[in-house]
C-alpha cells in the first residue's frame, strides 16, 4: 500500500515535466504540483465538512482550489508553464481573499499567509520578480484579512464547528510551509552538490590540461631540438656560403626559412677557373622541404663534381633527370622537385653563363642603375608535362655589376596597411634603391625591410636571396 502512495506522489509530482526543462525548472514544477495536490486534498475535506452542515455556500468556495488546480495541470500538460505560474498566483490570492472575507479570522486562514508570501519566490526564477510579487501578496492578504475584521465575516461559523476548520487551515498552512521551505533548502543543497561536482570536474580537468600542456610543452621542445639539429645537418650539407664567400669578397647569402628548417637553399662550387652559384626553391618547406633540398643539393653536386658538366643548361637538363630518377620508385607519380637560377662565372674572362627553371636572374649595371632581366625556361627540375631543353644565356659583367638570384618567398609575402603581396615590381625596386651600398649591409636591409613589410603577419613561405658584386 505504501509502495503504491509513493508511486502515485511521484506521478502526480512528475506531471508535464519533460527534458526540455533546465535542472531547476524542473524541481519548481514538481513543487507546484505538490502544492496544487496538497490544496485540492483539502479543499475535498472542506467541502465536505462544510456540505455535512449544510453550509453549501462554503462547500462552493472550498471547490475552487480544484477548479484552479485543473486548470494548472491542463496548461502544465500542455507546456505553457509561464501561463500556469500565473493562474497559480491569482489562485492564491483570489482563494485567500474568498476566505478572508466568506468565513474571517475564525477559519484559520492566517495560517497560509506565510506559504502565500513565498509562493512567488517559488514560481518565478527572477528575483526583482518574485520579490516584487511577494510584497504585493502581502500587502493584499493584509488588506483583505482586516477588511473582514471590520466588516465582519460573510458566512458564520458555530464555536461547535470551528475546531474543524481551524485544523483543516491549520494543516494545510503548515503543510505548504513546510513542503515550500523544503523545496527551498533541498534545491540550495542539490546546487551545492552540483557546483561541488562541477568544481571537482573542473579541477580534475584542469589538472588534465595541466598535464597535456607539460607534455606538449615537451614534445614541443623536443620537436624544436631535432628541427635545429636538422637545421645544423642541412647548413653542413649545403656549404654555399663559405664557398662562395670565397671567390666573391663582396656577396651575401640572405636565408630565412619559414619553419627552422628550409626547402629553399643557395648552393655553390669552384671548379677550375669557373665558380657556380645558385638559389634554389623546392618543393614545400619546413621538414618535407629541406629533405627535397638535401635531394636536388646532392644531385648538383653530382652532376658538376662527378659527372664534370659545368655548363648551366647542361647542368638544369642531366640534374631534372636525376631528380625524376630519385623520386621514380614511388607508386605514384611525384612531382616533387626545385626551381632554381643558375650562374656559372669564369674569373678570367668575366662572362656569366647562366639557365633559370622558373626562376630569374637581375643584374643591376653599375654604370646606370639599370635592371637587366634573364627570364628562365617555365619548367620545373622535376616532372613536367612537356618537358624541353633549358636555354643557356651568355652575358658579360663589368666591375661593380651585381646581380640577384632569388627564391619568391620575399615578393611573394603579404603584409603592410592593405595586407597586400609585396610584388616582384616592390622588390626590384628596393633592391635597386640599395643596390649601392655593401653587400652585408644589403643584407641586413632585405632582412629588416622583409620584417616591415610582414608586421604581425605570418611568414607564409622560405626566403631565399643570393646577392654578388663583380
Known amino acids: 500500500m505504501l509502495s503504491k502512495v509513493i508511486e502515485l506522489w511521484s506521478k502526480i509530482s512528475d506531471n508535464g515535466i519533460n527534458d526540455t526543462l533546465d535542472f531547476d525548472e524542473k524541481k519548481r514544477i514538481r513543487i507546484l504540483n505538490k502544492v496544487m495536490f496538497i490544496n485540492v486534498a483539502l479543499a475535498i475535506i472542506g467541502s465536505s465538512l462544510d456540505a455535512a452542515n449544510l453550509q453549501f455556500e462554503g462547500a462552493l468556495v472550498s471547490l475552487y482550489p480544484i477548479t484552479l488546480s485543473v486548470v494548472f495541470w491542463v496548461l502544465i500538460n500542455r507546456g505553457f508553464y509561464a501561463a500556469a505560474k500565473w493562474v497559480t498566483l491569482i489562485f492564491i490570492i483570489t482563494f485567500i481573499s474568498s476566505i478572508s472575507i466568506g468565513f474571517g479570522s475564525k477559519s484559520g486562514i492566517i ?101 597535456q600542456k607539460l607534455a606538449l610543452e615537451n614534445n614541443n621542445e623536443r620537436l624544436t631540438d631535432s628541427m635545429e639539429y636538422a637545421r645544423k645537418i642541412q647548413r653542413a650539407m649545403l656549404p654555399g656560403k663559405q664557398v662562395l664567400g670565397s671567390i666573391f669578397a663582396n656577396s651575401f647569402a640572405f636565408l630565412l626559412p619559414k619553419d627552422i628548417v628550409s626547402g629553399d637553399f643557395f648552393w655553390a662550387q ?28 646532392r644531385v648538383l653536386n653530382k652532376v658538376v663534381l662527378e659527372e664534370k658538366i659545368v655548363e648551366p643548361s647542361g647542368i638544369l637538363n642531366r640534374s631534372r633527370e636525376l631528380v625524376i630518377e630519385g623520386f621514380g620508385s614511388s ?44 627570364e628562365p625556361n617555365r619548367q620545373p627540375i622535376g616532372n613536367y608535362g612537356v618537358i624541353e631543353t633549358f636555354t643557356q644565356h651568355r652575358v ?75
Open 111 to 211: 495560517v497560509y499567509f506565510i506559504p502565500g508570501a513565498l509562493c512567488p519566490m517559488l514560481l518565478f526564477k527572477k528575483k526583482l520578480l518574485s520579490l516584487t510579487l511577494s510584497l504585493l501578496v502581502i500587502l493584499v492578504m493584509v488588506g483583505v484579512y482586516f477588511a473582514g475584521q471590520n466588516y465582519g465575516p460573510y458566512y458564520w461559523i458555530a464555536d461547535s464547528e470551528l475546531i474543524y476548520y481551524e485544523l483543516t487551515s491549520l494543516a494545510g498552512g503548515v503543510c505548504l510551509t513546510i513542503l515550500i521551505l523544503w523545496h527551498f533548502i533541498s534545491t540550495n543543497i542539490a546546487y551545492e552538490q552540483v557546483i561541488l561536482t562541477k568544481n571537482t570536474v573542473l579541477k580534475e580537468t584542469n589538472q588534465l590540461i595541466e598535464k
Open 270 to 297: 669552384s671548379v677550375g677557373d669557373k665558380i657556380l652559384f645558385a638559389v634554389a626553391d623546392c618543393t614545400g618547406h619546413g621538414v618535407p622541404g629541406a629533405m627535397v633540398s638535401v635531394l636536388c643539393s
Open 331 to 374: 607508386e605514384k607519380l611525384v612531382y616533387d622537385g626545385m626551381d632554381i637560377s643558375l650562374c656559372v662565372y669564369n674569373f678570367k674572362t668575366n662572362q656569366l653563363d647562366w639557365a633559370g627553371a622558373n626562376n630569374p636572374l637581375w643584374i643591376i649595371r653599375s654604370e646606370n642603375d639599370a635592371v637587366e632581366v634573364l
Open 396 to 470: 658579360e659583367v663589368k666591375k661593380g655589376d651585381a646581380v640577384y638570384l632569388f627564391s619568391d618567398g620575399f615578393a611573394d609575402q603579404f603584409g603592410g596597411e592593405r595586407n597586400k603581396k609585396y610584388t616582384i615590381k616592390g622588390f626590384q625596386n628596393f633592391l635597386i634603391s640599395i643596390s649601392k651600398k655593401e653587400m652585408e649591409e644589403q643584407r641586413g636591409l632585405l632582412m629588416s625591410e622583409f620584417e616591415r613589410w610582414r608586421g604581425d603577419v605570418d611568414q607564409l613561405d622560405d626566403v631565399c636571396i643570393l646577392g654578388v658584386r663583380f
